[in-house]
């Protein structure tokens, strides 16, 4: 990579802490302009931690441990 590019790249927060239902998860970010979105999980990330998204219930289970994780969408159609 040319030193152009280098410093053509975003800032990448690396090892920050995503906090779903008082459960700390590893993520790195990129801060882009996202309007009214917080975040946007990529699929590298929920596969990393064997998330299955329920398109139908808007819902996304997370195994954790012993349990389940299940993170409801916001209700919007």
């Known amino acids: 990579m040319s030193q152009a590019e280098e410093q053509q790249q975003p800032w990448q927060p690396r090892g920050c802490t995503l906090n779903l239902l008082n459960h700390p998860f590893n993520i790195d970010l990129m801060p882009i302009k996202l309007g009214s979105f917080d975040a946007i999980i990529g699929m590298g990330w929920l596969a990393k931690y064997?998330?299955?998204?329920?398109?139908a219930e808007k819902i996304v289970r997370i195994p954790w441990g012993n349990e389940t994780?299940?993170?409801h969408g916001d209700g919007s159609n």
Do not use: F, N, R
């Open 69 to 71: 994780l299940i993170i």
């Open 50 to 55: 064997q998330a299955v998204i329920a398109c």
